[in-house]
């Protein structure tokens, strides 16, 4: 004999936790013949299509106001979903929204090649892992030696300085990428708070401006 889930349950290990969630996924089920109206249970063999259907048809999202955007030009139907972590979008996470907004501006503003100049060993090497297969993207050490043609071979490459004020930089190697009267100042980006999302967010509002 074929095991089988509580509906209710299944649904509560996507997100989908509401009872307005609840009732549109149902919907879907039951339209697909996978369920009838008053069963509490499904059985096992039918959740891969279960499974599928909500994916085909809804897009699970968390109430942000970015992560409803996404949603909404996703061309799925938005469905609410709780914890934040299931979102589709920012999967809970403020530096997961942040990549794939960062991503989807620079693939808008024909933006390839990133240079961040600051932040700590982890963070930079964080960066690398979520932004570096998708972008060329150099980061430059805020603590060691850089000269000015160094920051000079930096600011001719890049598509996009991001200067992290706010963290492991040294203000005489900043200098070497802010200096008064640069042909390549409006690529330059100050960012002053700490957090990756913060850094990814101040690049985005920067493309979206010039």
């Known amino acids: 004999m074929s095991a089988d889930r509580d509906i209710d349950g299944w649904f509560a290990e996507r997100g989908i936790t509401s009872a307005t969630s609840r009732s549109r996924a149902r919907a ?26 909500l994916l085909e048809r809804f897009y699970r999202v968390c109430t942000a106001a970015e992560c409803q955007q996404a949603a909404r030009a996703s ?3 938005p469905l609410p979903v709780e914890p934040r972590s299931h979102c589709e979008h920012c999967g809970g996470s403020n530096n997961h929204r942040a990549e794939v907004a960062f991503l989807q501006t620079c693939l ?4 390839r090649r990133v240079v961040v100049v600051g932040g700590s060993p982890a963070v930079r090497e964080e960066l690398k892992d979520k ?18 043609t ?61």
């Open 108 to 111: 808008q503003h024909a933006v």
């Open 131 to 148: 932004l570096g297969d998708r972008l060329e993207l150099r980061v430059v050490d805020g603590t060691e030696r850089r000269t000015g």
């Open 75 to 77: 061309g799925r139907e």
């Open 150 to 210: 160094q920051a000079q071979g930096d600011l001719e490459w890049a598509d996009l300085v991001l200067i992290w004020g706010a963290t492991e930089l040294h203000h005489k190697v900043s200098t070497h990428y802010t200096q008064p009267g640069t042909p390549h100042r409006h690529k330059v980006v100050h960012v002053v708070r700490r957090g990756v999302a913060a850094l990814l967010d101040a690049g985005i509002t920067h493309l979206k401006q010039r």
């Open 28 to 53: 879907i089920l039951e339209e697909a013949g996978l369920t009838r109206p008053g069963k509490t249970r499904l059985s096992e063999p039918k959740l891969p299509r279960a499974e599928q259907l």
